[in-house]
């Protein structure tokens, strides 16, 4: 069966660590690869996209791996700050001719203590 | 407006009703999608338009549900007969049309509660 997997567990981290968050997923063969912040009551902030073709991409304190084989993609935040805190959603984008729905993980949940 | 404007924020109803639920995209997004969120779960796709079409209405969970977008521009959401389980976060986003899906930009969502 199809399957898109996040991290179970809330993570909680020290201020300035690196918190780092995975994305599984399991027959699917996405052309890109999206994490959105999400803050409570509030909708999705597109953060990074990367393509299959890629192997990394970073924007600023933000790094996003994606490894095909392994079908797999880690979202990196360094010098974590407690503004950082809010669940992360990572998204399949499938994208084949007019098929253009993400495919949505449940998220994780990040707490950044400072 | 600057970004995605959703009306209402919230709406409580009884089970039975009709509810609209209103997009305002960002000026000049071709795409407009409407995904519904539940406590705890991440976004489920409902309906994707492409201007004033609707290109993917695979989500729709039944003929209760129904979304138009008349001029390519705002789009309404319409559920009959609403059901408990209706209640989520409907969600609306817009993005410029690209050759993959992009960038989506969200609206804060409409808070739909079915008592």
């Known amino acids: 069966s199809q399957k898109i997997e996040q991290n179970s567990e809330a993570l909680n981290i020290q201020e300035g660590k690196t918190a780092t968050l995975t994305c599984n997923y399991t027959n699917y063969s996405p052309a890109y690869l999206q994490w959105y912040r999400q803050d409570p009551g509030r909708g999705p902030v597109f953060l990074l996209l990367?393509?299959?073709n890629e192997k990394e991409k970073r924007k600023e304190r933000l790094k996003v791996t994606f490894d095909t084989t392994l079908k797999q993609s880690l979202f990196h935040i360094t010098a974590s700050q407690p503004a950082d805190s809010a669940t992360y959603l990572c998204a399949l984008d499938l994208y084949a001719g007019n098929n253009r729905k993400l495919i949505w993980g449940l998220g994780t949940s990040l707490a950044v203590n400072p | 407006g600057a970004g995605v404007s959703q009306t209402p924020s919230n709406k409580v109803t009884e089970k039975g009703k009709y509810v609209e639920l209103r997009c305002d995209p960002i000026s000049g997004h071709t795409a407009l999608y409407w995904y519904r969120q539940s406590l705890g779960q991440g976004p489920e796709f409902l309906i994707y338009f492409q201007g004033t079409g609707a290109a993917d209405d695979s989500g729709l969970p039944n003929d209760r549900f129904f979304a138009v977008r008349p001029e390519g521009s705002v789009s309404t959401l319409k559920i009959q007969r609403t059901e408990r389980g209706d209640s989520a976060v409907y969600l609306c986003?817009?993005?410029?049309?690209?050759?993959?899906?992009?960038?989506?930009?969200f609206g804060e969502g409409s808070r739909l509660t079915v008592l």
């Open positions: 986003a817009s993005s410029r049309l690209t050759g993959n899906t992009g960038e989506l930009f």
């Open positions: 990367i393509r299959e």
